[in-house]
Structure formats: C-alpha cells, structure tokens
C-alpha cells in the first residue's frame, strides 16, 4: 500500500503554469459543481485558463461523487478512458478528487495508477502544491481528514454571470445510513456569517442576482458558531442579513434536513419577497421503521407535521423531495406509508432513487435484508407514475398566470426558446428571439407538462 506523503507548502516554489490550460469533469451534486468553480479559481490563479473541450487541456481534475447509483463503476470506467487522453502527451496530468476520492484514497491510483494526484475534499486549496510535487517526485495522494479552513482567499469561477452558489457550510453531523457524506465530508463547520454577506455582497456588485446558498443540513448553520454569546442555529438570522443586500433579487437554499426545521425560517421565507418559495425537505421514506433504520431523526407524523406547517405558513409553497426506493428491509406495507406521504404532500417534484449499497456506508452491510431487484424496479416505476400525475396537475396551477423568470440560457433544441426558472424552481421554455438572459423578466405561462411550463413575453 502506498503511503500518503505531506510535505510544508514553503518547500515547493515553482513557475507558474502561465498558458496551460485546464478542463474539469464534475460528477455530483450542486456542492460538487460549486467546488469545481473554486478550482477553476485556483487554476487561473495559477496562470492557466479553462477549456471546455478536453483534447485542447493539459491538465484535467475529475471531481468525483460516490452518491449517484453505480458511482464507482463510473469513476473507474473513466479513468480507464483517460488513460488513452493522458498518453497522448507526456505534458498531460490527471488529478482526482472529490468524495470518491476521498472514501478511496490509495485505492484510486492502485486501480489507475495513471492518475498524477489524489486529492481529498479537506484539502483541494494543496492541489497546486500537489501537482508540482507529482512532478517533481512522481504520483502522490494527499488525503487529510479534517478540514484546516473552510476560507479560501482564491474567488471561485462561476459557470453564470448572473447565478452563483454560495457555500455557507461544510460536513454534517447526522448519520444517515445510506450516506457516505459525514465521512467524506467531515463535521458540520459553519462559515462566519460576515465571510458570506461579503461574498454576496462582492457578488452583487460583479452583477450576479441569483444566489443559492448550500450546505449539507443547512438549517442547522452556525450552531458550532458563537454568535451573540451563544451557540444555536442562525440560518433565519442569517437569511434575513442576507435579503437585505442591494442587487440579489433571488435567494435559494438546499439542503435543509425535516428535523431541524423552524418555523421561524419558514416564516422568513413568507415574509421576505427575495427568498424563493421552494422549499426541498427530503423524506427519503414514509415508513417508521425504515426511517428509524436509515436514522433520519423523524417519524412520518412529524415528516407530515412539517409539511402542514410549511403549507400553512407559506401557503403558494412549491416542495421537493427525495425518495430512496427498496432501502434494506423495505415491505409491501412500507412501500405504502410512502406512498402515503407522495399523495398527503403533493410535491412538485421529487428526485427519485432506487436503493444501491455504497461502499463505506452502514446500509451496505444490511445485505441480508436487501430487495430483489424486479421489486424495487416495480415500486419505483409505481411512484414515478404517481409523481408524473401530481406534478401534471401541481404545474397546471401557473398557467394564465404570470411570473418572474430568471432567463438562463437558449434550449439546445431551437434558438427561438430560452429557459430559466421561476420562483419555485420550475423550469421555463420561454418563446423569445430577445437577447434577455441574465434578465429577471414576467412571463405569461400559456401551457405546461408534468415537467416544465411554457411562456411568452
Ligand atoms: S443529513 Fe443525512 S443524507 Fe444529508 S448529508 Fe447528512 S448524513 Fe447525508
């Protein structure tokens, strides 16, 4: 086994790499995609510039995800086709980071030992350090364990000119059975309440008017904080600072886990125009036993109880959800309780999974109580179905109505279409030949789908 070499940051000093150029490959969720943007922030820093397209890099960091289903088939099987990119050219390098890379340490240069770094998710501010000790010494994983400093003074590049993910929190303390993130991710550290207002409020100022702001259990930010003498959540606190800043006109936020829930925040939600009325509350399951198995914290009387808080509180709410499906030991009857909760909370989308085992997580070892495949494929198609039908009839309540879009970016499909979102986060095919994107604009919607509205001007 090769072992991990850590060496002073003040030992290296090399060129810069003025003229490189760079491509990232992001697998994963929002968090994933925002940690792209700080190291293509590094990059540039470093004196490359990004490429879209990766024949024309000379350096391509793969930021990993071992959430999705089958991740690390997928790692594995493109870090077997970037062997052939990498030979092409004795100047290429491959870094690998993110979760995987993280939970897999060694093991990911031991199966591609190709891969020049292995980086983990505590310490991506190294990964020039890194590179140019590759170089200097031949491959190297750094994986550290904890986070030194959730700051950076290097500014992220943001994909949007006008939308921009906000980090406000790293790590979580739950310990959800399915989930590798505690352990890839670390404790729950909150970023200080100034460090972000500055950085919206620099954000507001480069012209961007959308911010969402992430973390893994966002509701529960700044209780390893003391602010005000005390240590207690302070995300309503913290939304209300933030909607006070000139310029952003949308404030998001994802993920806030049920239990931790306040209606104080939901309250700030209703009562302050600039934070969308979204709410994604993930339920993962309606069954008490599998809730209590995944250690979610909550039954399905107080998941539901939120919701009628959420609902009174927020009457035009839009809610989204996640649903594992077939987690270990899952019945017939427990499939209901499911059910049960989809029908009572009509959300308007839900990200559906079908339960895999990740390796690392404590539901993977649940293997005398796995579901045969055929039923979990069964459940799954019967809660898409189900899903398809309320979201039919919950997208069907914006039409002859007008609302505010945010216009991201032309369809693929026809140039005369653009897309972007409304308030709740539904997706707009807006028909306009108008060069409006970056533009919060009123739409009429004419028609919709279970999956998208559509609008003229
Ligand atoms: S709340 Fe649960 S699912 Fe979410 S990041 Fe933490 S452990 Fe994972």
């Known amino acids: 086994m090769k072992t991990s070499i850590q060496i002073e940051n003040k030992l290296i000093s090399k060129p810069s790499r003025?003229?490189?150029?760079?491509?990232?490959?992001?697998?994963?969720?929002?968090?994933?995609?925002?940690?792209?943007?700080?190291?293509?922030?590094?990059?540039?820093?470093?004196?490359?510039?990004?490429?879209?397209?990766?024949?024309?890099?000379?350096?391509?960091?793969?930021?990993?995800?071992?959430?999705?289903?089958?991740?690390?088939?997928?790692?594995?099987?493109?870090?077997?086709?970037?062997?052939?990119?990498?030979?092409?050219?004795?100047?290429?390098?491959?870094?690998?980071?993110?979760?995987?890379?993280?939970?897999?340490?060694?093991?990911?240069?031991?199966?591609?030992?190709?891969?020049?770094?292995?980086?983990?998710?505590?310490?991506?501010?190294?990964?020039?350090?890194?590179?140019?000790?590759?170089e200097d010494w031949g491959p190297i994983t750094q994986i550290i364990e904890?986070?030194?400093?959730?700051?950076?003074?290097?500014?992220?590049?943001?994909?949007?000119?006008?939308?921009?993910?906000?980090?406000?929190?790293?790590?979580?303390?739950?310990?959800?059975?399915?989930?590798?993130?505690?352990?890839?991710?670390?404790?729950?550290?909150?970023?200080?309440?100034?460090?972000?207002?500055?950085?919206?409020?620099?954000?507001?100022?480069?012209?961007?008017?959308?911010?969402?702001?992430?973390?893994?259990?966002?509701?529960?930010?700044?209780?390893?904080?003391?602010?005000?003498?005390?240590?207690?959540?302070?995300?309503?606190?913290?939304?209300?600072?933030?909607?006070?800043?000139?310029?952003?006109?949308?404030?998001?936020?994802?993920?806030?886990?049920?239990?931790?829930?306040?209606?104080?925040?939901?309250?700030a939600v209703s009562e302050l125009p600039k934070i969308a009325n979204q709410i994604h509350i993930p339920v993962q399951s309606g069954s008490d036993k599998i809730l209590s198995s995944m250690h979610r914290g909550y039954n399905q009387k107080k998941y539901l109880s939120k919701i009628d808080m959420i609902k009174n509180i927020i009457p035009d709410v839009s809610l989204s959800s996640d649903v594992i499906v077939g987690f270990p030991g899952e019945d017939d009857q427990d499939f209901k309780e499911t059910m049960k909760v989809v029908n009572y909370a009509e959300f308007d989308l839900i990200y559906m999974f079908k339960f895999s085992p990740r390796p690392g997580t404590v539901a993977a070892d649940y293997n005398n109580q796995f579901v045969e495949k055929q039923v979990i494929d069964s459940r799954f198609m019967t809660l898409k179905e189900k899903q398809i039908e309320i979201s039919d009839i919950r997208y069907k309540r914006f039409v002859g109505t007008t609302q505010k879009m945010l216009v991201e970016k032309p369809s693929k499909k026809d140039k005369n279409i653009l897309t972007g979102r409304i308030e709740g986060g539904h997706i707009v095919h807006l028909e306009s030949n108008q060069d409006i994107i970056g533009n919060l604009v009123d739409v009429n919607i004419h028609d919709s789908s279970p999956f998208f509205l559509k609008a003229t001007l």
């Open 18 to 134: 003025l003229g490189f150029k760079y491509h990232i490959k992001t697998f994963g969720c929002q968090m994933n995609e925002h940690d792209s943007e700080k190291i293509a922030g590094i990059f540039n820093n470093d004196g490359m510039s990004k490429s879209d397209d990766i024949d024309s890099a000379d350096i391509l960091f793969v930021n990993t995800c071992t959430i999705r289903e089958n991740a690390d088939d997928k790692l594995y099987g493109t870090l077997g086709h970037l062997k052939k990119w990498k030979d092409q050219s004795p100047d290429r390098r491959i870094i690998v980071g993110g979760c995987a890379a993280q939970k897999d340490k060694e093991l990911v240069r031991d199966r591609a030992p190709w891969v020049d770094v292995v980086i983990g998710t505590h310490n991506t501010n190294d990964v020039i350090n890194l590179l140019n000790q590759s």
């Open 146 to 267: 904890e986070s030194k400093d959730i700051e950076s003074e290097i500014l992220p590049v943001r994909e949007s000119g006008f939308s921009a993910f906000v980090t406000i929190q790293i790590g979580c303390n739950n310990s959800c059975t399915f989930c590798i993130v505690p352990s890839v991710r670390g404790i729950e550290i909150s970023r200080r309440p100034s460090d972000i207002i500055n950085e919206i409020k620099n954000l507001s100022n480069e012209g961007i008017k959308e911010i969402t702001l992430l973390g893994q259990n966002v509701n529960s930010y700044g209780r390893d904080l003391m602010i005000d003498n005390k240590r207690s959540p302070y995300f309503t606190q913290l939304l209300y600072k933030i909607h006070e800043i000139d310029g952003i006109e949308r404030i998001r936020f994802t993920s806030p886990h049920p239990k931790d829930f306040k209606k104080e925040t939901l309250v």
